[in-house]
């Protein structure tokens, strides 16, 4: 007859909370950007400003430091690339967007959502170029 095991599983140990040390959206230089799309006719002026240095084109991502089990950690979002860096308004549309994708895999590892603000604040966005 054999004996029978059993599966027991091993005591967890109490683990702290993840904590939030700083958070940033950073805003780099894009240098692989695909600006193929700025040969087409009607682009002949955005091409010229192009060319001339009047723009160029960057990524925008969110990062934040984060503390988990003692061990600092820095969780970026996916970001998003190809990004005319004259677009004000547009990028900082991207960053509030990237933001809350940091946000919701920040609250996956269990950050609270007291220590997350909804939007990004002041001084959060840092040009990197």
Not at 59 to 86: F, H, K, M, P, W
Not at 91 to 111: C, F, H, M
């Amino acid at each position: 007859m054999s004996a029978r095991r059993r599966v027991v599983e091993a005591p967890r140990g109490k683990r702290s909370a993840p904590e939030v040390e700083s958070i940033r959206v950073v805003v780099v230089v894009d240098e692989e950007a695909d600006d193929s799309y700025l040969d087409q006719t009607e682009f002949d002026d955005r091409r010229a400003e192009y060319q001339r240095g009047d723009f160029h084109f960057v990524g925008v991502r969110a990062e934040a430091e984060v503390t988990i089990n003692g061990i600092a950690q820095t969780l970026v979002s996916g970001g998003l690339y190809g990004i005319e860096s004259d677009s004000k308004e547009y990028i900082e549309e991207v960053a509030q967007d990237e933001y809350n994708d940091l946000r919701k895999i920040l609250t996956s590892i269990g950050v609270s959502t007291s220590q997350l603000p909804q939007k990004i604040e002041r001084g959060w966005i840092q040009w990197r170029t």
